[in-house]
């Protein structure tokens, strides 16, 4: 008797988790959800391809879109959900159906854990190299701007740019053109997958100007007094020790050297981002000044980004 009620039991727990699967007719493999050591857990994938770090359903998903709402995981035409909120914890639509036992004690245990602050500001997290694919959707030229950004900075040959969490080189290697061969770009970045997939592209493209540099989570890895620009591009918001960091951003610039934030508005509710990657005005010029930067510049030209260029004070 006691066997039977803990396989019924068992069954009745199982059951309702596996029925995305049974529901929507995708195979087991194309709904996964992949632990990643360290840095708490990877973004979910559906049919392989790995969801934005926080960005809510809407115009601004990839095609997978709509293998997602098919998915039952979260619907992408809801404007008002964020993407990792839509995996409710309800029969049927749990996302943790695939997961091993061991995996949903790692995921409980890092729910536990309250998020880093900073400021009042809550930290979010740091990107996972599984989603690397979002950094080259197709969309994110038409809202990022990539090249007209880099015309506002004035990026000449000759240049040193360090491009921190650079990921997997979408400004890099457009850096990397622009300074030219008597150039160099400085691509930082915490993980060694992201570098890895950046060496690719810089290989693809036969470039030999970027250098690669596995920094870490206080310390970026860069050279004293080298940068002329270093180019920060949704990142600052993800640094988990923005004083220590950014001490080190700025003893590697050169005394006329200029540091460029790139973040999304955090005063403008339309933009479709999740409020730990969003930082309004305020905040970065209420963070960055006592950290001994002077803004020189703010430019709005992008549909959703702030830019804001600083100078060492």
Known sequence: MACRNLLLGLLFWAFPLASPCLTTGLPLAQISHDPSPGEGSRPATVAGRASPPGVLQGNSLPQFSQTLKKSGLGDPDSPNQPFFDQQVHRPGRILYSLVTPAS??????????????????????????????????????????????????????????????????????????????????????????????????MESERLTNIGLILGTPKDPGLPENTVDVALLVDVYHELQYPEETMAKIRKSLKPDGRLVLVEYRGEDPTVPIKPEHKMTAAQVLSELEPMGFRIKNTLEFLPWQHIFIFTKE
């Open 104 to 201: 949903v004690s790692e995921q409980a245990a890092t729910a536990r854990e309250a998020p880093a602050q900073y400021k009042g500001r809550t930290i979010a997290p740091v990107m996972s190299a599984a989603g690397a694919e979002w950094l080259t959707r197709e969309e994110r030229e038409r809202i990022e701007q990539p090249e007209k950004v880099l015309d506002s900075l004035s990026i000449k040959s000759g240049m040193v740019v360090a491009d921190v969490g650079a990921g997997v080189g979408y400004f890099s290697l457009r850096l990397a053109k622009r300074v030219g061969g008597s150039g160099r770009v400085l691509a930082v970045d915490v993980q060694q997958e992201m570098l890895n997939l950046l060496k690719k592209n």
